[in-house]
């Protein structure tokens, strides 16, 4: 019951823009061990008030809430990996599979500077780390949404969240993750987690979002029993 009960923690989470997100230094894990909830239907959509694009490729038929249970512990068990990245918070969440997945959430988004799509230094640290835990994960997609404050025009930050988007992809690329697991899209500004009106809170609301699901080979390898 105490894992059912985080599952929901974590999609209230989500729901309520994530308020925590400043949190610097090791990395946060937030719903960890949620995994024996998964296949409960609890919803994966993302974005403001719930509304955004479902996580996940659709698979068209129902996953088993056995092979839900064994995908959600080979998350849980990667979750609680990624929660040694520095200044990056960790969530188990929902896809629209009904299976567990991750969302990881860079401090400062990716620490891109205002106006800028080139990575730091820094960044590209924390993601070489990234895909270099990632690298023992090959069946599981990764989608990644770059957002901005709401500084300049529409069609300025639906250029620079897109922008921000694929620089983290196509790092990643150099990283060794196959471009074939990567998808991008550009948020905008359209899904604060802060006030925009505070210099902190334009700081968080820069930032890039990745998604880590569970792919059609991976799902297979969970009905019949041959996921390790």
């Known amino acids: ?3 059912y009960v985080l599952s929901f923690m974590c ?3 989500i729901f309520s823009g994530c308020s925590n997100m400043s949190k610097t230094g090791k990395g946060t ?5 949620a995994g024996a909830a998964i296949g ?3 919803g994966a959509i993302i974005g403001k008030d719930g509304k955004g694009a479902a996580i996940g490729a659709a698979i068209g038929t129902a996953v088993g809430a056995g092979a839900g249970a064994v995908i959600g512990k080979k998350m849980d068990k990667k979750a609680e990996e990624l929660a040694a990245l520095e200044n990056a918070q960790i969530e188990t969440v929902e896809d629209q599979n009904g299976l567990q997945a991750i969302k990881v959430t860079f401090n400062s988004g990716i620490l891109f500077d205002t ?4 990575l730091k230094a820094a960044s590209k640290s924390e993601l070489n780390e990234f895909a ?9 997609d990764i989608t990644i949404y770059g957002h901005t404050d709401n500084t300049g025009s529409d069609a300025v930050n639906e250029r620079l969240s897109q922008q921000r988007a694929d620089a983290v992809a196509s790092y990643l690329k150099t990283c060794g993750i196959a471009s074939s697991r990567l998808t991008t899209e550009g948020k905008s500004y359209t899904e604060p987690v802060a006030s925009n009106d505070t210099v902190e809170g334009r700081a968080q609301n820069r930032r890039v979002e990745i998604y880590i699901t569970a792919n059609e080979q991976m799902i297979q390898k969970a009905e019949n029993g041959t996921l390790e």
């Open 132 to 140: 270099n835990k990632m690298s023992d994960m090959q069946d599981t």
């Open 115 to 118: 106006n800028k799509s080139d």
């Open 29 to 33: 894990l937030i719903g960890s061990g």
């Open 1 to 3: 019951m105490k894992k």
């Open 11 to 13: 999609v209230a989470i």
């Open 40 to 42: 409960a239907g609890l």
